[in-house]
């Protein structure tokens, strides 16, 4: 994807001095002797050399400002995902929960609610014994 960036801004950058070079000779219309000046004052291979190293610190440059772009949102995203996902588990277990708490309430047997209170009434009882006996 960099690649294609870096391209494209190299061709942008080559159609702007095309465009530039047809622009001056535009203006200047007719005169032979301030075309000639021009093209001898353009030195093609000066200009090439000038726009690749600009394209390579231009590019690095851009290459770096992406990748920290997208790592700073990546961070950013990860942290927002991470408590909207807190959000929504907070939200389902409450809902379920409530659900569970009425359907508990309905099909508990009486059989389960005597043992459960056995097995309450006997920890009282260990409790009591422990603290009697100063056993912790």
Known sequence: MYFFLILF???L??????????LVFAEIK????TRE???????IDNIKHIAVKNTKKYGFR?????LRFSIK???????????????????????FRHKEKEVKEKEVSSFLKKVSEYKYKIREIK???K??????
């Open 62 to 66: 851009m290459l770096v400002t992406i």
């Open 131 to 136: 603290e009697e006996e100063g056993i912790e």
């Open 37 to 43: 000046f021009i093209q001898d004052n353009f030195d």
């Open 13 to 22: 950058f080559g159609i702007v001095l095309m465009i530039g070079k047809k």
């Open 73 to 95: 949102s990546s961070y950013v995203l990860k942290n927002k995902y991470k408590k909207l996902k807190t959000i929504i588990r907070y939200i389902i277990n409450n809902y």
């Open 9 to 11: 801004f190299i061709s």
């Open 30 to 33: 007719g005169s032979e002797e």
């Open 127 to 129: 409790d009591k014994i």
